[in-house]
Nanobody, 124 residues
C-alpha cells in the first residue's frame, strides 16, 4: 500500500523561505509522477508543482520562479523549496503520486495517492 508522509510546513513572514519534504513508501517510487498541491480555506485544491522520474518538472504560473520541486529517487523523496513566499501562498500543502510517464500533470483528479498535508502560513 502506497503511503505518503509530508514534513516541513510552518509559519514564516512574507519574503521568507520554507522547504517541504515528502517520503513515499510501499510502491515502485521510480515509476511515479510526484506532485505538490495546496488548498486554502474556502478554495479548491490546486496543483503547485509536479515532477516525473527523469526530473522533468511542471509549475503553476503563480509559483514559477519562486518554487522548485526536486526528487531523490534513491531516498524515495520529493521536496518543494519555496522562496519569496507571499501571504497568498498560505494553505495546506499536500504531496501526491500516481504512476505515469511523460510530462507530469498538475490536474488533481489524475492523482490517486495523497499525503495528510502540512500547513504553510505566510504572514505579511
Amino acid at each position: 500500500q502506497v503511503q505518503l508522509a509530508e514534513s516541513g510546513g510552518g509559519s514564516v513572514q512574507s519574503g521568507g523561505s520554507l522547504r517541504l519534504s515528502c517520503v513515499l513508501s510501499g510502491g515502485t517510487y521510480v515509476s511515479f509522477f510526484m506532485a505538490w498541491f495546496r488548498q486554502a480555506p474556502g478554495k479548491e485544491r490546486e496543483g503547485v508543482a509536479s515532477i516525473n522520474k527523469d526530473g522533468l518538472s511542471n509549475y503553476a504560473d503563480s509559483v514559477k520562479g519562486r518554487f522548485t520541486i526536486s526528487r531523490d529517487n534513491a531516498k524515495t523523496t520529493v521536496s518543494l523549496q519555496m522562496n519569496s513566499l507571499k501571504p497568498e501562498d498560505t494553505a495546506m500543502y499536500y504531496c501526491a503520486a500516481v504512476n505515469g510517464a511523460g510530462v507530469p500533470p498538475l490536474r488533481r483528479t489524475l492523482y490517486n495517492y495523497w499525503g495528510q498535508g502540512t500547513q504553510v502560513t505566510v504572514s505579511s
